[in-house]
């Protein structure tokens, strides 16, 4: 089993970047691919970038060129970098982890490990 716990969220203008940070422990294998969610407010779950294998990474097409993605195995860290923020980026936004392959792309169901979520703001 293992916990994950994101941070780095807060309140920015539009234009402007931040680097969410997910904390992985307890069983750490590398069989585990992560990938980070969203939920605006009304809205609901959707994926934004997730590892399909190790270092190769996919996005949804609303955060293209500006969300990457990354993995630091050794400090069982995950990292979503966003730059030129929009508004519509304002969310809650949170860290996942599927066991194994995946069989479809960016869908929530395909994970059932969950941080508690990072909230985003982003001004106009």
């Known amino acids: 089993q293992i916990q994950l716990v994101e941070s780095g969220g807060g309140s920015v203008q ?3 970047s931040l680097t969410l940070s997910c904390t992985i422990s307890g069983r750490t294998d590398d069989g585990y691919l ?9 809205g609901e779950r959707e994926g934004v970038a997730c590892f ?3 270092g ?5 097409e609303s955060v ?7 993995q630091d195995n050794a400090k069982n860290m995950v990292y979503l970098v966003m730059h030129n923020l929009k508004p519509e980026d304002t ?7 599927a066991w194994g392959s995946l ?3 960016l869908k929530d169901y395909e994970y059932n490990h969950w941080g508690q979520g ?4 982003v001004s106009s």
């Open 52 to 54: 399909v294998e190790p």
């Open 34 to 42: 992560y990938a980070w969610f969203r939920q605006r407010p009304g």
């Open 91 to 97: 969310a809650m936004y949170y860290c996942a982890a």
């Open 14 to 16: 539009s234009g402007g």
């Open 56 to 60: 190769d990474a996919r996005y949804a």
């Open 118 to 121: 990072t909230r985003v703001t």
């Open 64 to 70: 293209k060129g500006r969300f990457t993605i990354s």
């Open 103 to 105: 069989q479809n792309v």
